[in-house]
T-cell receptor, first 112, second 113 residues
């Protein structure tokens, strides 16, 4: 059983489209995150949810909208995709207070 | 602003040699410092962490040291092996506003056989 699973693993789409990435964790964690890793491998936090409530929202364009239906799921919807959105997006989870983070396997998004 | 600097960005060592990666953080209230290893095409995974009340921690061939006064911490890998080749990220907890941590920019370690 994968602890943090995200789908899809690869996403290739045209500019202007809308797409979603899903994440689920079965570790009982109360906090989930989205990170963006660009081509230079920089890992940058985008959002954090604690018990379904948004607690961190970095300076991310409002085309990105996270949604947490329950504390085991955190999805990311992206509207009007742009070339610069191409990256690997990692979901992660942990317990409040930021101990060890468990990462999903990543979604490689390519915007053409 | 909040920042974690990491050096070097790339590091090549011969198998069996040691590797050292250094990080500097800016938030003096940071109290948790994890290190993650990311193999090619894989997810980042925690390999070791240290808290601010400890100066050094060791786990087999890897060790981390922390100097709170200077606000820097380092990862030491001894007797390197080809499977140690990966990108390594340091991170530091940030406590201003909401608790989170900031990652360093990564070090690509290559162990030459």
């Amino acid at each position: 059983d994968t602890a943090v699973s995200q789908t899809p693993k690869y996403l290739v789409t045209q500019m202007g489209n809308d797409k979603s990435i899903k994440c689920e964790q079965n570790l009982g964690h109360d906090t989930m995150y989205w990170y963006k890793q660009d081509s230079k491998k920089f890992l940058k936090i985008m959002f954090s949810y604690n018990n379904k409530e948004l607690i961190i929202n970095e300076t991310v364009p409002n085309r990105f909208s996270p949604k947490s239906p329950d504390k085991a799921h955190l999805n990311l919807h992206i509207n009007s995709l742009e070339l610069g959105d191409s990256a690997v997006y990692f979901c992660a989870s942990g317990f409040t207070g930021l101990e060890k983070l468990f990462f999903g396997s990543g979604t490689q998004l390519s915007v053409l | 602003g909040e920042n974690v600097e990491q050096h070097p960005s790339t590091l090549s060592v011969q198998e069996g040699d040691s590797a050292v990666i250094k990080c500097t953080y800016s938030d003096s209230a940071s109290n948790y410092f994890p290190w993650y290893k990311q193999e090619l095409g894989k997810r980042p995974q925690l390999i070791i962490d240290i808290r601010s009340n400890v100066g050094e921690k060791k786990d087999q061939r890897i060790a981390v040291t922390l100097n709170k006064t200077a606000k820097h911490f380092s990862l030491h890998i001894t007797e390197t092996q080809p499977e140690d080749s990966a990108v390594y990220f340091c991170a530091a907890s940030i406590t201003s506003g909401t608790y989170k941590y900031i990652f360093g920019t990564g070090t690509r370690l290559k162990v030459l056989a």
